[in-house]
């Protein structure tokens, strides 16, 4: 099993930045993709950003591209997503998620594990 736990979310105003992390524990050896979803109240959970095993290769949804930016401690088993120029409808609860493949994956059913999510509120 694995494990997932986000941190890093809060209040900011418009045209901000946080960073969000998400450590990963248990069998980590297990994962492969790691990526990034949000879902704001009402709406469906929706793809954000993943990164390729230990690659470099990285993929966002045109919503955040240019203004978010994923990437991978490998050593720390840790995940960040830096967020910039946020927006009022960034606003979500975000959720990171892991898959036993190394592949590009923006399914929610093509990751197998989940943390609980970290709610970020973006003021106008």
């Known amino acids: 099993q694995v494990q997932l736990v986000e941190s890093g979310g809060g209040l900011v105003q418009a045209g901000g930045s946080l960073r969000l992390s998400c450590a990963a524990s248990?069998?980590?050896?297990?994962?492969?993709?790691m990526g990034w979803f949000r879902q704001a109240p009402g709406k469906e959970r929706e793809f954000i950003a993943q990164?390729?095993?230990?690659?470099?290769?990285?993929f966002y949804a045109d919503s955040v591209k240019g203004r978010f930016a994923v990437s991978r401690d490998s050593a720390k088993n840790t995940l960040y997503l830096q967020m910039n120029s946020l927006k009022p409808e960034d606003t979500a609860v975000y959720y990171c998620?892991?898959?036993?493949?190394?592949?590009?994956?923006?399914?929610?059913?093509?990751?197998?594990?989940w943390g609980q999510g970290t709610q970020v509120t973006v003021s106008s």
């Open positions: 998620a892991a898959a036993r493949g190394i592949y590009y994956y923006s399914q929610t059913s093509q990751y197998n594990w």
């Open positions: 248990g069998r980590t050896s297990s994962v492969g993709t």
């Open positions: 990164i390729i095993g230990n690659s470099n290769y990285t």
